[in-house]
């Protein structure tokens, strides 16, 4: 069964302070991995994607790497601010783009960032 | 939330009432996915349309009712039967061009309640 796992499950730190949020798959045959960020009563939207060749993406202070091989990705925020408080989540593709839904959610990492 | 508008924000459920969530979408996608989000579980899809006046169930769609009639449009009935409604609906888009990652766009949500 395709499952994504996250951790922690919810992260408290301090303004300015950095932190590296965990996503672990079991998802086959992959497509490519991305990281979404949601706000509270928002819809997600995503920060970044990368697929089986590339292992590390950037966007401003945050940082996706992926290990295709253990099958782990890695999002790191950096000089966090207080509107980095959101959920982190992580989707895994399992395949082309065909009739079905390919995309298997974890079920986030909520950080709350403190003044 | 890009071109996804979903109405309303919050919506409340009788007993034994239908209620029907709106999705609509100016980003010309041909596919459009609902889903449901429960605190700290993974996104789950409940119906997706790849085209107009087609649809597929999704992991969790009894209890619910979808129509696809134009390209824009994606409405999602919650009918009687599901006994357990209370959950974020998020509704998202993806255009066939950029199939190959899948990379969905998702709107605002809407928060539905039973009183």
């Known amino acids: 069964k395709n499952q994504v796992e996250q951790s922690p499950q919810s992260l408290i730190i301090l303004e300015g302070k950095n932190c590296t949020l965990q996503c672990n798959y079991t998802v086959s045959p992959f497509s490519n991995l991305r990281w979404y960020k949601q706000d509270t009563g928002r819809g997600p939207v995503s920060l970044t994607i990368?697929?089986?060749?590339?292992n590390t993406k950037s966007n401003g202070r945050y940082t996706a790497t992926l290990d295709a091989d253990t099958k782990q990705s890695s999002l790191h925020i950096t000089a966090s601010q207080l509107s980095d408080s959101a959920s982190y989540i992580c989707?895994?593709?399992?395949?082309?783009?065909?009739?079905?839904?390919?995309?298997?959610f974890g079920g986030g990492t909520r950080l709350m960032v403190k003044p | 939330d890009g071109g996804i508008t979903q109405s309303p924000k919050y919506l409340f459920r009788k007993e034994g009432q239908n209620v029907t969530l709106s999705c609509e979408q100016n980003?010309?996608?041909?596919?459009m996915y609902w889903y449901r989000q429960d605190p700290g579980q993974g996104l789950r899809l409940i119906y997706y349309?790849?085209?107009?006046?087609?649809?597929q169930k999704g992991d969790i769609a009894e209890g619910y009712s979808v129509s696809r009639e134009k390209k824009e449009s994606f409405p999602l009935t919650v009918t009687s039967a599901q006994k357990n409604p209370t959950a974020f609906y998020l509704c998202?888009?993806?255009?066939?061009?950029?199939?190959?990652?899948?990379?969905?766009?998702f709107g605002a949500g809407t928060r539905l309640s039973v009183l």
């Open positions: 990368m697929t089986f060749s590339e």
């Open positions: 349309s790849q085209i107009v006046n087609d649809f």
């Open positions: 998202a888009s993806t255009s066939r061009r950029e199939g190959a990652k899948n990379i969905q766009y």
């Open positions: 989707v895994v593709s399992g395949g082309q783009y065909n009739a079905g839904n390919m995309l298997t």
């Open positions: 980003l010309n996608h041909d596919a």
